[in-house]
């Protein structure tokens, strides 16, 4: 197996039932540390560099909200943000429901209120956000010329339907909506993925590999591309079916360390 590099997505594939690094998971990631281990997900900067920490990683480059911005040791290495005009019109939608609406640049997540959905969010991160009224946020992005970086909608999962029929009627052409689960839509820029953003990273900091020496570790929908991409894609046995359908290789459940099991029998 030439592998050279590893990629892992986080929450329902490398977190365990508790959203935690498991004792096994530390012990070989960093039993292999001579083979970058980079964490991919939809999450923010903050709510990586804890894991990072925790994983002995914190030389090793990034890659936040699905491929939208690259990070190394604070340097941004890439970037794709959504334009504030399409945020303004989807906020338009959104604000005539019961949805939660979230928006993410770098390292700062606004949210309008602590209510159920972001207090539910900042459990799972690990991170605190910022409240302020989302018209106030998108006044100043404006002013410092900002995009984001994501958008999260969150509730009802009949309300979230008719903001995915309004994304592929209206914004089909700019932003792409990922269900992480029926109450969660996660919303980026069309042009980005896991896979393009492996890419730009094996460009800028791997020269010498491709993606047929990456390894790669996921679950749902937004890790298919990435999956079918690179040399080995590992499904966790929790991964929904459409990502079963596609892994050359399945491995345990995230809550029974499914990435630990495959890096200490293969490698």
């Known amino acids: 197996m030439n592998i050279k590099c ?28 001579h083979i970058p281990f980079i964490l991919i997900s939809s999450r923010m900067p903050k709510a990586m ?22 990070i190394d040791n604070g340097e941004i290495i890439d970037t794709t943000e959504i334009e504030i005009s399409i945020i303004e019109k989807l906020f338009d939608f959104i604000s005539k429901t019961s949805l939660h609406f979230s928006l993410y640049h770098r390292d700062e997540w606004y949210v ?8 539910r969010e900042s459990n799972n991160t690990k ?20 995009g984001a970086h994501k958008i999260m909608v969150m509730g009802d999962a009949d309300e979230l339907d008719t903001v ?12 792409i909506g990922y269900r992480s689960k029926d109450t969660y839509l ?12 492996i890419e730009i990273l094996l460009n800028s900091h791997y020269p010498t590999l491709n993606l047929n020496e990456v390894l790669a ?27 079963l359908k596609i892994a050359n290789v399945i491995t345990a459940s995230n809550k029974d360390d499914g990435v630990a099991k495959y890096l200490l029998n293969h490698f």
């Not at 309008?112 to 207090?119: G, Q, T």
Request: proline fraction near 3%; charge should be negative.
């Open 6 to 33: 590893i990629c892992s997505d986080i929450d329902g594939t490398l977190l365990n039932k508790d959203r935690e690094l498991s004792c096994a998971t530390i012990e070989q990631i960093q039993r292999l540390s």
């Open 49 to 70: 560099r804890h894991l990072q920490k925790e994983l002995d990683i914190l030389h090793v480059p990034l890659i936040a909200y699905n491929g939208g911005l690259i």
């Open 112 to 119: 309008p209120s602590m209510d159920y959905w972001a207090k």
């Open 127 to 146: 991170v605190t956000p910022l409240i302020q009224p989302i018209q106030n946020t998108l006044k100043n992005w404006k002013a410092e010329n900002k």
């Open 164 to 175: 995915v029929s309004l994304i592929a009627e209206v914004f089909d052409d700019e932003i």
């Open 186 to 197: 996660e919303i980026a820029h069309k042009s980005i993925s896991k896979k393009t953003a």
């Open 217 to 243: 570790f996921g679950d749902n929908y937004n890790d298919i591309e990435m999956l079918k991409s690179v040399g080995i894609g590992v499904a966790v046995e929790n991964s929904n079916e459409a990502v």
